[in-house]
């Protein structure tokens, strides 16, 4: 058994064949999903998603290629739907420069309003960031000190051996995703190989970031199994411990209900139309 920890299961690459999707996860042995929220607009429809798909978890949040049409009302909104029991996570937040789609001061400012948000709820956070790593760790550094956190991961990790030893430090999880089983894949098995295997989490971000052999195609939850054997492999695991372990961490992290094991089968898909 697998949660897929982080996917877009809401996006439109899924609108023509969602249910399939979700059959083939079942199919896989993935007991859950996890779908973080990229802008207001989208949060209200993961929340919809997850309230009538009992393995379906939110999370909600502005990604940082939307910070600009952050507000005071889209905070306010952010505070009342991470009150639904099944948010179970602020995100997906943080900072990207790669397509520096807002202002980096701007994003700055939403990041860390949201961060705050994620400690007055009480619920872990899921971070994006991208090409903006030191700056990522600047503001996680003040918001982790002394540990006294809801919990956080870095979602999709890509930063170098360093950056995952200090998010290790402060109490911070490692997501790993597709690119762990690319043929030039470099820091990343080695990052993935010294790692606590209590502290990483498995995730597709699907549609995006399909894992070997299916890199460049659309990405979906079944695949998390590909990247969970790589992890089995760096970790010298066999796949059924391993997937124990990162369903276990994932559990705990989110803090999902452990009923999901006993009933592992997902159900049909609904639309939320």
Same mark, same amino acid.
């Given at each position: 058994?697998?949660? /897929?920890?982080?996917?877009?299961?809401?996006?439109?690459?899924?609108?023509?064949?969602?249910?399939?999707?979700?059959?083939?996860?079942?199919?896989?042995?993935?007991?859950?999903?996890?779908?973080?929220?990229?802008?207001?607009?989208?949060?209200?429809?993961?929340?919809?998603?997850?309230?009538?798909?009992?393995?379906?978890?939110?999370?909600?949040?502005?990604?940082?290629?939307?910070?600009?049409?952050?507000?005071?009302?889209?905070?306010?909104?952010?505070?009342?739907?991470?009150?639904?029991?099944?948010?179970?996570?602020? *995100?997906?937040?943080?900072?990207?420069?790669?397509?520096? &789609?807002?202002?980096?001061?701007?994003?700055?400012?939403?990041?860390?309003?949201?961060?705050?948000?994620? &400690?007055?709820?009480? &619920?872990?956070?899921?971070?994006?960031?991208?090409?903006?790593?030191? /700056?990522?760790?600047?503001?996680?550094?003040?918001? *982790?000190?002394?540990?006294?956190?809801?919990?956080?991961?870095?979602?999709?990790?890509?930063?170098?051996?360093?950056?995952?030893?200090?998010?290790?430090?402060?109490?911070?999880?490692?997501?790993?995703?597709?690119?762990?089983?690319?043929?030039?894949?470099?820091?990343?098995?080695?990052?993935?190989?010294?790692?606590?295997?209590?502290?990483?989490?498995?995730?597709?971000?699907?549609?995006?970031?399909?894992?070997?052999?299916?890199?460049?195609?659309?990405?979906?939850?079944?695949?998390?199994?590909?990247?969970?054997?790589?992890?089995?492999?760096? &970790?010298?695991?066999?796949?059924?411990?391993?997937?124990?372990?990162?369903?276990?961490?994932?559990?705990?992290?989110?803090?999902?209900?452990?009923?999901?094991?006993?009933?592992?089968?997902?159900?049909?898909?609904?639309?939320?139309?």
């Amino acid at each position: 058994m697998l949660i /897929d920890s982080h996917c877009h299961f809401n996006f439109n690459a899924f609108d023509e064949d969602r249910a399939e999707v979700l059959a083939r996860a079942r199919a896989a042995g993935v007991v859950a999903l996890i779908n973080p929220g990229t802008d207001l607009e989208d949060s209200r429809q993961i929340v919809a998603l997850a309230e009538i798909n009992p393995n379906v978890f939110a999370a909600v949040g502005f990604h940082p290629n939307g910070a600009a049409n952050f507000n005071e009302m889209a905070l306010a909104e952010l505070r009342a739907l991470a009150s639904y029991p099944k948010v179970v996570a602020v *995100g997906e937040i943080g900072l990207d420069y790669h397509w520096d &789609k807002a202002p980096r001061p701007v994003q700055w400012q939403v990041f860390e309003q949201q961060l705050a948000l994620a &400690k007055e709820v009480g &619920k872990p956070v899921i971070i994006h960031q991208r090409e903006a790593a030191a /700056d990522t760790m600047a503001v996680l550094r003040q918001w *982790g000190a002394g540990q006294h956190h809801p919990g956080l991961v870095l979602h999709s990790f890509s930063g170098d051996r360093a950056m995952a030893e200090e998010a290790l430090e402060l109490g911070f999880y490692l997501g790993i995703s597709g690119p762990v089983t690319f043929k030039n894949a470099r820091d990343l098995p080695e990052i993935v190989a010294a790692a606590p295997p209590e502290r990483l989490l498995v995730e597709t971000d699907a549609p995006f970031l399909a894992p070997h052999p299916f890199r460049g195609k659309r990405n979906e939850p079944a695949y998390v199994k590909l990247v969970a054997e790589r992890i089995a492999v760096l &970790k010298g695991l066999s796949l059924a411990e391993m997937s124990r372990c990162l369903t276990e961490n994932t559990l705990a992290f989110f803090r999902l209900p452990a009923s999901l094991l006993s009933n592992p089968d997902l159900p049909t898909f609904t639309s939320s139309q």
